[in-house]
């Protein structure tokens, strides 16, 4: 069995997607409504609360459908906001047939992004991704977003790979959307396999 460590960033949070996500869902929406309770109205402060709640459940659906085993996002504000960021640490399993290589599956988790490059984490040898997904007002996504994959064949297994893909919606050349881009790859570095 394989487990991972990551080094997260204050003010960021793990919501486990196997068991124990209801209890950090509620524990992220409880500590956000005591930070904002001295400054909004009980009425207000529970429909904040709520629609919190809403995205949070949405964006953790989204997750457990793309095979994630953690979900990160940041939850408390940095000069005043919330950065509009969050990543996925996902497993995928496949079966190789003949003839396909792991660098050949990694290759193909990736091949839909416009640059790639190899990396290694931890003696591990795997491949990084990065793309812009366009708006889609008719998929509801209003804004273009800029997403960074990380593949890793997993350590002893001959078909699994770890997936830890980032995502930040906004303008994809702007310094902020380059900084949080930044923050994703250097926080990257931190990974470690852990046997379980």
């Keep these: 069995?394989?487990?991972?460590?990551?080094?997260?960033?204050?003010?960021?949070?793990?919501?486990?997607?196997?068991?124990?996500?209801?209890?950090?869902?509620?524990?992220?929406?409880?500590?956000?409504?005591l930070r904002i309770s001295r400054e909004v109205p009980k009425d207000k402060l529970i429909e904040a609360r709520l629609e919190l709640h809403r995205?949070?459940?949405k964006v953790v659906k989204d997750a457990q459908r793309r095979d994630g085993l953690d979900l990160y996002i940041p939850v408390e504000p940095l000069h005043g906001h919330i950065a509009p960021a969050s990543f996925i640490v996902a497993k995928v399993e496949t079966q190789l047939n003949d003839g396909?290589?792991?660098?050949?599956?990694?290759?193909?988790?990736?091949?839909d992004f416009e640059f790639t490059e190899p990396v290694q984490i931890q003696k591990t040898v795997?491949?990084?991704?990065?793309?812009?997904?366009?708006?889609?007002?008719?998929?509801d996504v209003d804004f273009p977003s800029r997403h960074v994959d990380y593949v890793l064949p997993i350590p002893h297994s001959q078909a699994a790979w770890i997936v830890v893909s980032f995502s930040t919606p906004g303008d994809p050349e702007s310094d902020f959307s380059t900084l949080l881009v930044e923050l994703f790859d250097a926080l990257m570095?931190?990974?470690?396999?852990?046997?379980?």
Excluded at 131 to 137: E, F, K, L, N
């Design 55 to 57: 995205r949070l459940a």
């Design 126 to 139: 795997g491949v990084r991704g990065e793309r812009v997904i366009p708006a889609d007002h008719e998929k």
């Design 1 to 33: 069995m394989f487990g991972y460590t990551l080094i997260i960033p204050p003010g960021w949070a793990r919501i486990p997607l196997r068991e124990g996500t209801a209890d950090a869902v509620k524990n992220i929406c409880d500590n956000a409504a």
């Design 189 to 196: 570095t931190t990974f470690r396999w852990r046997t379980e």
């Design 100 to 111: 396909v290589s792991r660098q050949d599956v990694m290759t193909r988790l990736v091949s």
